[in-house]
C-alpha cells in the first residue's frame, strides 16, 4: 500500500504546478484537462480548461494535484494542520526554494541556522500550503 497526497487548488492548479516547476524543480508525471477526460460528463461549462488530474514529482515524491470541486461555491481549497517538509541537498537550493516559495506567501520562519540543523525555515506560499525547508547537518 502507499499514501500520496492530493492537493485542491480551488481552480489555481496549472499555477501551483507551474510555480512548483519553477521553484521546487517539479517533473509534471502526468496533467490532464477536464476537456480531455475520457468521460464527457466531467467537463462542465468553464471548467473545460481546468485540471482534472494531474501528478508531479518533487525529489523522490509523487502528489497529484486537481480542480476538482471548483466550482462547488461550498468549496474550501485550505491547506491547514499539515507542512511538506524538504530535505535541500545544500543551502543555495535551499535558499532557492524558500525565496519561491515565499513569493507573495508568508514567511513564519526565516529560513536560518538552527540547533539541530544548517538551515531551517517555515513558509506558507502563495497557495496557502505550509512548507518546511530544511539542511540537514550537524552544525556543532
Sequence with gaps: MSVVTTLSFGGRTEEAVQHYQSVLDAQV?????????PDPSMAKPGLEDKIFH??????STELMASDVGCDDPNFESGFAGFAFAVRAECIEDA???FAGLSERGHVLLP????F??????IV????????KITVPGDVH
Design 29 to 37: 508525471l502526468m496533467l490532464m484537462r477536464f476537456r480531455e477526460c
Design 54 to 59: 494531474a501528478t508531479i514529482r518533487i525529489g
Design 95 to 97: 535558499e532557492r526554494h
Design 111 to 114: 529560513l536560518k541556522e538552527t
Design 116 to 121: 539541530f540543523a544548517t538551515r531551517y525555515g
Design 124 to 131: 506558507i506560499d502563495r497557495f496557502g500550503v505550509s512548507w
